[in-house]
């Protein structure tokens, strides 16, 4: 696609409740990362793949959270047993490839907003 | 520990009145500085990547430069489109890899026509 999609675009869960939030990348990049926005706050690093390898994935805040992409294309966040302090913005970026990164960027997906009520 | 500090934390203008934003950040080798645009309800768009003390960067009424310490983004006589949340960003040298940037909590900056 034309730019890196993320399902659903509002996703409320009930205290306890587990959520996969979906991030379609755009098509052959290689690198994919997650971020977490709470309100009025900056994006905070959560994980990092290449291809299929999840190479960072020292931002998650606890073991609730995981996250996976299989075949190197799509990926998805699950958080499990949802606490309301996991109410945030969740945003997907890709990137050609790690080489491309510093000069063009990040491209982000507009995000999954999660309330936990 | 990467730190990545914004001022001010809003900022209102009238129509073509010129500002800058400014961005402190402490890192313990600087790969990059990043300047994004986010717009409500929307994921941060690029606008610029800096690499070393002492260089700029322009697009359209934006401006960004470079210190060891500090990074401003220039705007010069802004519209009201200019209106949004300003970020900026470091990544740090690692060794290796592609390490997840360290972002500041923004600028909100609003242009009044």
């Known amino acids: 696609g034309a730019g890196v999609s993320q399902s659903p675009r509002y996703k409320v869960a009930k205290r306890g409740q587990d959520v996969a939030l979906r991030c379609d990348p755009i098509?052959?990049?290689?690198?994919l990362f997650w971020y977490q926005q709470a309100l009025g706050q900056g994006p905070e690093f959560l994980t990092y793949f290449q291809n299929e390898a999840q190479l960072d994935k020292s931002g998650l805040p606890s073991d609730r959270f995981f996250a996976e992409r299989p075949e190197g294309s799509v990926s998805t966040l699950k958080i499990q047993r949802t606490q309301q302090e996991d109410s945030a913005v969740y945003l997907c970026?890709?990137?050609?490839?790690?080489?491309?990164?510093?000069?063009?960027?990040?491209?982000f997906g507009s995000g999954t907003r999660l309330t936990v009520v | 520990e990467d730190q990545v500090t914004q001022s001010p934390e809003a900022l209102r203008l009238q129509e073509g009145e010129s500002s800058s934003l400014n961005c402190s950040y402490t890192?313990?080798?600087?790969?990059?500085l990043f300047w994004y645009r986010q717009d409500p309800g929307k994921g941060p768009e690029f606008l610029f990547t800096l690499y070393s003390a002492g260089e700029e960067k322009e697009k359209e009424r934006l401006k960004a430069t470079l210190t060891k310490k500090e990074s401003f983004l220039h705007i010069t006589a802004p519209k009201p489109e200019d209106s949004a949340t300003y970020l900026c960003a470091v990544q740090a040298n690692s060794g290796g890899g592609a390490d997840g940037l360290t972002f500041g909590k923004g600028t909100h900056l609003i242009i009044q026509p």
């Open positions: 098509s052959g990049h290689v690198s």
């Open positions: 890192v313990s080798g600087l790969r990059g």
């Open positions: 970026a890709s990137s050609l490839a790690v080489e491309y990164v510093l000069p063009y960027g990040y491209t």
